[in-house]
């Protein structure tokens, strides 16, 4: 059974810095990617980046482009999310999720994974 597990997030001040994680297990294929997703207030899911396990390849979604790093440690089975210059409209819930390599797109659509963590929430204060 495959499990994701956030963790990380927090209370941070516009501007600063957090990194959240992404601890997976259970896989039985080894072609996945990993997306990262957050929820504000009020406001739809959107997805905001993801990693394939193929090829370490990334995308960023324009919102987070330039702010934010997702990256990977192999060993640990775990995917980072390292997120810098943060704003206000950056507080939301962040979930990871997993979808099969080969249905993944630069869409970051929700229906395209099929596993999700139970998110972490940030907070970014003004």
């Known amino acids: 059974e495959v499990q994701l597990v956030e963790s990380g997030g927090g209370l941070v001040q516009a501007g600063g810095s957090l990194r959240i994680s992404c601890a997976a297990s259970?896989?039985?294929?080894?072609?996945?990617?990993i997306g990262w997703f957050r929820q504000g207030p009020g406001k739809e899911r959107e997805g905001i980046s993801y990693i394939s396990s193929v090829d370490g390849s990334t995308y960023y979604a324009e919102a987070v482009k330039g702010r934010f790093t997702i990256s990977r440690d192999i060993a640990k089975n775990t995917v980072y999310l390292q997120m810098n210059s943060l704003k206000p409209e950056d507080t939301a819930d962040y979930y990871c999720?997993?979808?099969?390599?080969?249905?993944?797109?630069?869409?970051?659509?929700?229906?395209?994974?099929?596993?999700w963590g139970q998110g972490t929430q940030v907070t970014v204060s003004s």
């Open positions: 999720a997993a979808g099969p390599a080969d249905a993944v797109t630069t869409a970051l659509s929700t229906g395209e994974y099929d596993y």
């Open positions: 259970g896989f039985t294929s080894e072609d996945y990617v």
